[in-house]
């Protein structure tokens, strides 16, 4: 066995076993391509969903939108992740990988279970969408395509785990772990109770597929499956919100308003996040009251709490950062001046507030029992996670990637200009994107039918003109976000191909102490901000109370409408 | 002997939550049986509580 190796990335003063550099970059480039690829199936859908374009025929679109969903939100995501998960484990903790052949293992089985279940969609016989419900079957490929992506995901997670257990015994570190970190093995714990519960529901419909086993339940699937489904968006929040103190920390030297509440925050997300799945089956007969009221309307609001715990704490960081260095005027001149023109703080900050104002406020909004009947399988649902899940997470990730070319692929990024204005093009037009996706949902317009007019159909529906002008405005907007995406990837993998390589740094047997000041530092840095006054994050905090209080009440005034008591 | 001792003052000093929140083993175990518990094996026990159709 070889021995370790480290680089010192003269940048940041990160120390990069180089192992675990190169997993890193192998996994954040299969992320990206796979994101490609979802991208383009997005302007598929977002095209055959606009009702005056309607671009694909009905078979053509649920192909589409299956592969679309599953390489967004299982292949990008979860590959992307598993970058993050050695990052926060190896080069934040200065220590080397656990078991470096066994995170090639990792990457090795989800690349080719990635492939195996993109040929199975693309083949045309497994249109079956992300949630894969039974009793309608894909081909066996495909169940098998996603068990072993998901074999080697839980693989990264005991990497993780085994390197926390490394950086332990070396003490590598002081005290606890760093507030980043933990976050991320918030989101690695997370994966694990995801993945196992993928497995239980995915090797029985494998072998239903296979003609082994003889049937598989449709309500034991749709409460299995979304165990999978929604937890695995869980890990998403945990690990965006982790990438959001990461940034706050580097670009600002922002440290958390208290670091202890920032922990116990994690703590119930741990505790209760993954519960917030039971959601999903709110309109399922079959499931009792007792379990959908207790796994939603009270462990959820613990999670949602925690949410907006980090939701407070990180804009409050940066504002306590702000003020400290003298940006001081007013209520909101920190937030002014703060440095907009660098995409690796633009894009956090759109996707926190995103994530706050509409992924948050219409979370709880569907996680409540009766106001979910009103948006149960209607494109509200869509709108809200792509308000959770595009402009929460991915939105985050870029801004990583932003942040890691220079350190970690040790390139320049190209076309400066692009990259600035990308968070804005992405971020605004996703923010109009999901609102009017919600508000064409909230009217009725279905989760995800081809064709919401329903022609030929034998009893029509008269849609109000408000929904065919959402509709309108998801194409125009959506294909403005495939714009944003695309600006993205050209960025990206611009950057690489043609940017200006950068000085590679020192190669060491020996991992040193993060150098004081340096960005590495400030990545793992301990301790709360200095005690200075918030009023600004306070007064965000109260508009998002306000907007919260408003909509919620305006869906129950709606909900009292749907149907009248006499 | 004298630094074991240092070490186990240290121990102690450390608060219960901190302990919690440092043992990253007691929290995966945590973080997979609360949900399994109250998410996957109570709504195993709802569905296999549904009646038959007759």
């Known amino acids: ?58 078979e053509t679109f649920y192909l589409v939108l299956t592969a679309h969903g599953v390489d967004m939100l299982l292949v990008w995501i979860i590959f992307f992740e598993m970058a993050v998960l050695y990052f926060t484990s190896s080069t934040l903790l200065r220590c ?82 760093p507030l980043v970190t933990f976050g991320a093995l918030t989101a690695c714990i997370i994966a694990i109770f995801t993945l196992l519960q993928g497995a239980a529901i995915l090797v029985p419909t494998w072998l239903w597929s296979l003609g082994v086993v003889k049937e598989i339940d449709a309500l034991a699937y749709r409460m299995m499956w979304w165990g999978l489904g929604h937890s695995s968006q869980q890990i998403n929040v945990a690990a965006h919100v982790a990438v959001w103190y990461l940034i706050a920390g580097v670009v600002l030297g ?70 400290k260095k003298g940006f001081t005027n007013g209520m909101f001149e920190w937030l002014r001046k703060a440095p907009w023109g660098n995409p690796v703080f633009s894009g956090m900050f759109i996707s926190l507030v995103s994530f706050g104002f509409i992924g948050g406020i219409t979370g709880v909004v569907l996680g409540t029992e009766q106001l979910n009947m009103l948006m149960h399988n209607t494109f509200y649902v869509p709108g809200h996670f792509h308000a959770t899940v595009v402009s929460g997470t991915t939105l985050a990730f870029m801004s990583l990637t932003y942040l890691l070319i220079p350190i970690l692929f040790k390139r320049e990024i190209a076309f400066p200009k692009m990259a600035q204005a990308q968070p804005f093009v992405f971020g605004g037009s996703m923010a109009v994107l999901t609102v009017v996706m919600m508000g064409a949902g ?68 020996t991992c040193t102490p993060h ?29 998002l109370l306000a907007t ?19 | 002997m004298a630094q074991d001792d240092n070490t186990a003052q240290g121990d102690n ?42």
């Open chain 1, 1 to 58: 066995m070889s021995e370790t190796t480290y680089r010192i990335c003269p940048r940041s003063g990160m120390q990069f076993d180089t192992k675990a550099e190169k997993l890193m970059r192998w996994n954040a480039v299969a992320g990206v391509l796979a994101l490609l690829v979802g991208g383009i199936m997005a302007l598929g859908v977002i095209l055959t969903r606009w009702p005056s374009v309607k671009l694909l025929d009905a």
């Open chain 1, 96 to 177: 080397r990988l656990a078991t470096p052949g066994w995170a090639w293992v990792q990457f090795w089985l989800m690349a080719i279970g990635a492939v195996i279940g993109n040929v199975a969609i693309l083949s045309g016989n497994s249109s079956v969408m992300f949630t894969s419900y039974a009793p309608m079957q894909a081909s066996h490929w495909f169940y098998l395509g996603i068990i072993l992506f998901a074999v080697g995901a839980l693989i990264g997670c005991f990497v993780f785990m085994g390197t926390l257990v490394v950086a332990q015994r070396d003490k590598t570190y002081e005290g606890s772990i």
């Open chain 1, 254 to 323: 922002a440290k958390p308003l208290s670091e202890k509440v920032s922990r116990m925050a994690y703590f119930m997300y741990i505790l209760f996040l993954q519960l917030a799945s039971a959601h999903h089956l709110l309109s399922d007969p079959g499931m009792s009251s007792e379990w959908k009221v207790l796994n939603t309307s009270y462990f959820m609001y613990f999670a949602v709490m925690a949410s907006m715990i980090h939701g407070f704490t990180v804009p409050g960081a940066i504002e306590a950062a702000q003020r």
């Open chain 1, 442 to 509: 909230t009217l009725g317009v279905s989760r995800r039918h081809w064709d919401m007019a329903f022609s030929g159909a034998p009893f029509q529906y008269e849609w109000p003109g408000a929904a065919y002008l959402m509709m309108g405005m998801t194409g125009f907007f959506g294909v403005l976000a495939c714009i944003g995406g695309a600006m993205f990837l050209i960025v990206t993998v611009g950057s690489l191909l043609i940017g200006k390589k950068l000085d590679d740094g020192q190669i060491s047997a």
């Open chain 1, 515 to 543: 150098p004081k000041g340096s960005v590495s530092d400030r990545a793992t840095a301990h301790g709360d901000a200095e005690h200075v006054a918030v009023p600004g994050t306070v007064a965000l905090a109260m508009l």
């Open chain 1, 548 to 566: 919260f209080v408003l909509y919620y009440f305006v869906n129950w005034k709606y909900l009292s409408e749907v149907w009248g008591l006499s």
């Open chain 2, 13 to 54: 000093d450390i608060p219960l939550m901190q302990k919690i929140l440092d043992n990253h083993f007691l929290l995966l175990f945590l973080g997979v049986t609360i949900p399994a518990v109250l998410y996957t094996v109570w709504g195993i026990v709802d569905i296999m509580s549904i009646p038959l159709a007759k």
